[in-house]
């Protein structure tokens, strides 16, 4: 254990016993009920988002429920990115108990290890994110994720994902893209194993934090990127610097949120403090879904009407040019013993629950076309 470790242990046991401890003791010897000499424990959270992205809000979700399950004895500082540590950095922050919590995803230390990628941002095998979250707590995802970050990788934290995440958008291009060989020579953003996946296509890739991008794009940096979905999009201003969203594709469409929690501090608290941490990140994965649907559906409105912008779907070409570039990049991958017993995994899951969800899914896109004819001819 470290000496990092050792005092953010003993600082924690002070504070867990002091605040929620002693506080009765000092109540007890004043007479007063217990509860009302109970301060509550301010814990440290901060996220991988600038302060103006919308998963800011979803982030406070987060912190509203664990306050209010908690009846106000956990209390959560919530930060944006950079308040601590920058994006990238808060899987360290979270070790060293430099931060007790993190918002982020697990692409954002792929640095560490490429095999973080598989937990959001790796192969799409034919499921979508709800099917991959569904792998990482009926699947047996999670025993791989602890089995990396804390036996292979050392990280004194707890993880859990949350909030499985709509396939993400192609992106924003100056230019028109059609065909494959439209892509090669750009200049593009993304993380994570769709780096090396769009590298292998003909692009030039620059991983950056969502903050940073439109800068980038300013500066001639990038002439192309993505980053999640309509709603942060526009507010990094990305209608401003190109005027071409392609909706749809297979380099990251399987992402959720992680939530990252000091192992210490986990370990030391009431058993009821721990149960709320951990599921109330399955209970705002709801929340955050209805938030996300209304405010992804309503931007994207905003970004064609108000700000000029075409979207589109990307093209089949494309996506087949995607699916030929993982068929090579997993071969790769298959040859780290470890990555290939997760691929293994997230297939045999995908097979079975997906061949259920196809077969069982009717025809949504009859459907809405029965209602709202001519709406998807974009």
Known sequence: MTDTTKSAMSRRSFLRKGALGGGVAAGAALTAPAVLAQSPLVLKMQTSWSASDIWMTFAQEYVERVQAMSGGRLQIDLLPAGAVVGAFQVMDAVSDGVLDIAHSVPVYWYGKSKAASFFGTGPVFGGSATTMLS???????????????????????YGMLGFPMFAQPFGWFKEEVNTVADLNGFKYRTVGLA??????????VAQLPGGEIVPAMERGVIDAFEFNNPSSDLR??????????????????????????????????????????????????????????????????????????????????????????????IADLEQDEFSKRVLDSQRAWVEQVTYYELMNAPDYQLAYEHYFPGKLSL
């Open 236 to 329: 990094f201003g990305a209608p401003d610097v190109a005027k071409n969203y392609y909706l749809s594709s297979y380099h990251q469409a399987s992402e959720s949120f992680e939530f990252l929690f000091n192992r210490d501090l986990m370990d030391d608290l009431e058993p009821d403090l721990q149960a709320i941490l951990r599921h109330t990140v399955e209970a705002v994965s709801t929340s955050n879904t209805a938030l996300a649907m209304r405010e992804y559906s309503s931007d994207l409105q905003r970004i064609q009407n108000e700000f000029g912008v075409t979207v589109r779907r990307t093209s089949t070409d494309i996506l087949q040019g995607q699916l030929a570039a993982w068929d090579t990049l």
């Open 135 to 157: 792998w990482f707590y009926q699947g047996g995802g999670d025993e791989l994720y602890r089995e990396l970050t804390q036996d292979t990788l050392n990280l004194n934290v």
């Open 195 to 204: 780096a090396d996946l769009l590298q292998s296509m003909g692009m030039s």
